[in-house]
């Protein structure tokens, strides 16, 4: 069975700060992920995936994640955080051939000034 | 296009009453999918369906029931409305089904409280 999990509920930086949201994902068979962003009183927005193209993939805002699979993981990265940024980031694995996508239990960011 | 449309934005029932979530694409998405969050637990998948007459459970389907007639449309009922029943409820779509690299577009959510 599939599953994620995201390591810190909370994670708070300072603006201009690297993000590193943790991800780590369990599959049996090769996986799609994604990184969502969910801003105040907003549903979900795709920031990227991940479809086996390559390792590591870029999405908006500046915001790119690296597949490894010995590490099963799915780290999301910002080299220089912005006020902007802050809200909650939700990790995200689905399987070939498989109906449901199943979400990690999310991650809010704090940005400080 | 207007995207994942849904209705109403909040509501509150009682105990007991039972009401129905409207959710609408535009898209001519085949796969639709009914989620709840609550806090420190990230999205829980409700029911989803593959296209229009099919319907299947995900993981929390206990007291509620769906049905799609219309590509565009998936309605989430609640049939007696209990207290746990209380969280913010999100409607997304997508081209393909749930299991493919096809990212979901979520609707703006409905928050729901019962008393």
């Known amino acids: 069975a599939q599953s994620v999990t995201q390591l810190g509920s909370h994670v708070s930086v300072s603006e201009g700060a690297l993000v590193l949201l943790r991800c780590n994902y369990s599959s049996s068979v090769p996986p799609y992920l994604f990184w969502y962003v969910q801003y105040p009183n907003q549903g979900l927005q795709l920031l990227l995936k991940?479809?086996?193209?390559?390792?590591l993939v870029k999405g908006i805002n500046g915001f790119e994640a690296e597949f490894k699979k010995s590490e099963t993981s799915f780290h999301l990265t910002k080299p220089s955080a912005h006020m902007s940024d802050a809200a909650e980031y939700f990790c995200?694995?689905?399987?070939?051939?498989?109906?449901?996508?199943?979400f990690g239990a999310g991650t809010r960011l704090f940005v400080k000034a | 296009n207007a995207g994942v449309t849904q209705t109403p934005k909040f509501q509150v029932l009682k105990t007991g009453q039972s009401m129905t979530l409207q959710c609408a694409q535009d898209?001519?998405?085949?796969?639709m999918s009914w989620y709840r969050q609550d806090p420190g637990m990230g999205l829980r998948l409700i029911h989803y369906s593959v296209g229009a007459g099919i319907t299947d459970q995900g993981e929390v389907p206990n007291g509620y029931n769906v049905s799609r007639s219309t590509t565009e449309d998936f309605p989430l009922r609640l049939l007696s409305a209990a207290p746990s029943q209380t969280s913010v409820y999100f409607c997304?779509?997508?081209?393909?089904?749930?299991?493919?690299?096809?990212?979901?577009?979520f609707g703006p959510g409905t928050r729901l409280t019962v008393l």
């Open positions: 997304a779509s997508s081209l393909e089904g749930g299991g493919s690299y096809n990212e979901q577009f």
């Open positions: 995200a694995v689905s399987e070939t051939g498989g109906f449901k996508t199943i």
């Open positions: 898209m001519n998405h085949e796969y």
């Open positions: 991940y479809t086996s193209a390559a390792t």
